[in-house]
């Protein structure tokens, strides 16, 4: 039974170590299978706005989201270049890491909303 729970306890402390000393910014973006929202996209954070913003110009040619859509995922997509431009500066070119979070968040609420919008619309 000592084994038993020795093994256990030492295993959760090896996955959780791992986890820990993974980069944070990979625990959302690791799933990224052929056919997902983010398959082929840059793995860095200015990468990753432009992927999304070719996307947005590639989903309203496509028709498959409104004007109005479109015009407020540009606004979404401004004011993230703005955080990214602003952050990158207050840093000193290396943005903190709740920065990059707060980013990384962002991008995903308007890749998630693109998503929604081009599979199901409103």
Avoid: C
Wanted: no cysteine; glycine share 8%.
């Amino acid at each position: 039974m000592k084994k038993t729970m020795l093994i256990a306890a030492l295993v959760a402390s090896m996955a959780g170590s791992a986890a820990i000393a993974q980069p944070v910014l990979e625990l959302r973006f690791g799933f990224e299978q052929p056919g997902s929202f983010w398959f082929n996209s840059p793995k860095d954070l200015h990468g990753r706005i432009g992927f999304l913003e070719n996307r947005v110009n590639r989903l309203r040619a496509d028709g498959h989201i409104t004007a109005a859509e479109f015009d407020f995922d540009h606004k979404e997509l401004g004011k993230i270049h703005s955080e990214f431009d602003g952050w990158t500066a207050q840093d000193r070119g290396d943005l903190s890491q709740d920065h990059k979070l707060a980013l990384w968040h962002h991008l995903t609420m308007v890749s998630d909303r693109l998503h929604w919008q081009s599979t199901y619309g409103y």
